[in-house]
């Protein structure tokens, strides 16, 4: 029960820990926060939803339930979903802006 509770904490879990040990699986929340935005990007239709189940499961995240493991995968995933939808909101713009250079370039023809 106390290793609960300090988990909640955000303490690493005992997952955590053996994936921060372990060299062919040490991931950087730095690394994973870029991939987010990529994929935002690349997959500007795909609901965070779905995404934060893809990227939670891959690293650990959350639980079987979707719940975050601990405050700090919670912490890490708030920044995944802001560099998500940074990506998702950086491909929209393109898309904007070359939609009004094309109608532009249009209106001079």
Do not use: C
């Not at 290793?3 to 994973?32: H, V, W």
């Not at 802001?82 to 909101?89: E, N, V, Y």
């Amino acid at each position: 029960m106390e290793m609960l509770r300090i988990a909640k904490l955000g303490a690493p879990t005992k997952r955590e820990f053996l994936i921060y040990q372990s060299p062919n699986r040490t991931f950087l929340k730095e690394s994973i926060i870029a991939e987010a935005e990529d994929h935002g990007f690349e997959s500007p239709k795909t609901p965070w939803k779905e995404y934060r189940q893809q990227i939670g499961y891959r690293y650990g995240l959350i639980d079987k339930n979707g719940k975050a493991e601990s405050k700090g995968a919670r912490d890490l995933l708030r920044k995944v979903r802001q560099a998500f939808l940074k990506g998702q909101r950086q491909k929209e713009q393109i898309k904007a802006a070359r939609l009004a250079q094309s109608l532009k370039s249009k209106a001079e023809h």
